[in-house]
């Protein structure tokens, strides 16, 4: 899935903000948390920055709730977790993940450019909201 370059090089410009890394390091496959150092406090402040740039609510947490990631009794993700996690989140590359993922695992699926594709599609969520009120 093709992400719009400028939700894309917003994006990278917002992460290399909150990391103070040189935005050349902010590429579209690099990692949040493993390649760019990211932590969790990081990882709040990118999302307000986020929404409040654009104007939207992301809903990345969403990919750790319950709904999506449960797991079994070792803590592995359930097989029917990574199908519900491979369906509303299509556009993450799930090949990264190891055969037994935990849920703290899933964090290696936060690229720079799928947190742009989170931007995106919550960009066109909100741009059918008034389609579907005035329905």
């Known amino acids: 899935m093709n992400v719009d370059p400028v939700v894309l090089a917003e994006v990278q ?27 969790s406090i990081d990882f709040l402040d990118l999302t307000f920055r986020c ?16 709904e999506y990631a ?12 990574l199908n519900k996690l491979q369906e509303r989140f299509a556009f993450l590359d799930f090949s990264r993940l190891p055969e037994q993922a935990t849920k703290a695992q899933l964090a290696d699926l936060l690229t ?22 005035q329905s």
């Open 13 to 39: 410009s917002i992460v290399a903000e909150v990391l103070a890394c040189e935005p050349e390091e902010a590429t579209p496959q690099a990692r949040f948390f493993n390649d760019l150092g990211g932590e």
């Open 51 to 66: 929404e409040k740039r654009f104007r939207v609510k992301l809903g990345m947490e969403k990919m750790l709730d319950a």
């Open 70 to 81: 449960a797991t079994d009794d070792a803590g592995v993700l359930t097989p029917q977790s």
């Open 112 to 133: 720079v450019e799928a947190i742009a594709q989170f931007v995106s599609q919550a960009i066109a969520r909100q741009e059918q909201q008034p389609a579907l009120e």
